[in-house]
């Protein structure tokens, strides 16, 4: 506008709501939002935790003292302080360090525990975790993430909110199609993909999910593979909200088939 005024501004942002280029966004409850801050808190704990064990795993490396690959978190104060005891000036240099490890592991279970309650508490996401590979952190932050279901009039929808959609770049004779966008949330979208990398990995329990996830990663890959079953969990995980459903194992194939 020429003249910038009141009046002239509210017209102005009437007439680009008119062009239906915008649409209302759906602001989650502050019981979502406290918990998402439970969340929030738990993840930066224990990723702390980690930047501490490995901060003194690379200190030992100097001296030759290399640490098992995977060293549990409550056992790692002891396989730590072991290979240092003699040495008392690595140890005035080592200890601070594995002493505020530890009150922030200490810190970590606490909140843990506390996001394990929650899940044991709430019905739907003790139901949410009958899906395989599906734990206490996914149900919660699916839950606190999608807060009303009723806001998204497709459960296919879901996936694409969170970003686990493929990008596609299409002009004229150019067809491109990309990665997954990596839209939305991203600790959801990573909360998924833990699941589905545990479901194909980890759980040995038998479901027509499982199956299709294995066939798919044969022929495109894991990392493809776990992404589709990614999205696949988006949208049954909504579906199971909506319909006050169970999770569905299908009919297991016959060995010889599978075979």
């Not at 939002?33 to 930047?51: F, G, M, P, Y």
């Not at 493929?166 to 004229?172: A, C, E, H």
């Amino acid at each position: 506008m020429r003249n910038k005024t009141d009046r002239n501004d509210a017209r102005g942002i009437a007439q680009i709501l008119r062009t239906g280029w915008y649409s209302r966004v759906h602001i989650k409850s502050l019981h979502s939002h406290r918990v998402r801050a439970l969340l929030a808190s738990r993840k930066a704990i224990l990723a702390k935790c980690v930047d501490l064990e490995n901060e003194l795993r690379g200190l030992l490396r100097v001296f030759g003292i290399r640490l098992a690959p995977r060293v549990g978190h409550g056992s790692f104060d002891v396989q730590v302080r072991s290979t240092f005891a003699d040495d008392e000036l690595l140890s005035c240099a080592l200890v601070p360090l594995l002493d505020a490890r530890t009150v922030l592991y200490k810190t970590y279970l606490k909140l843990d525990n506390a996001v394990k309650a929650l899940t044991r508490a709430d019905p739907l996401c003790v139901r949410l975790m009958s899906i395989p590979g599906v734990g206490p952190v996914t149900a919660l932050t699916f839950k606190c993430a999608v807060d009303d279901p009723a806001r998204f009039k497709a459960s296919r929808t879901v996936a694409a909110h969170f970003g686990l959609t493929p990008r596609r770049y299409q002009s004229g004779e150019m067809d491109n199609p990309g990665h997954i966008s990596r839209a939305g949330d991203a600790d959801v979208r990573s909360a998924l993909y833990v699941a589905a990398h545990s479901l194909l990995t980890r759980n040995a329990q038998w479901s027509s999910l499982k199956a299709w996830g294995m066939r798919l990663a044969k022929t495109r890959g894991h990392r493809r593979a776990v992404i589709a079953v990614a999205r696949k969990l988006a949208v049954i995980l909504h579906r199971m909200w909506v319909d006050g459903s169970e999770f569905r194992w299908g009919a297991q194939e016959p060995i010889a088939a599978a075979a």
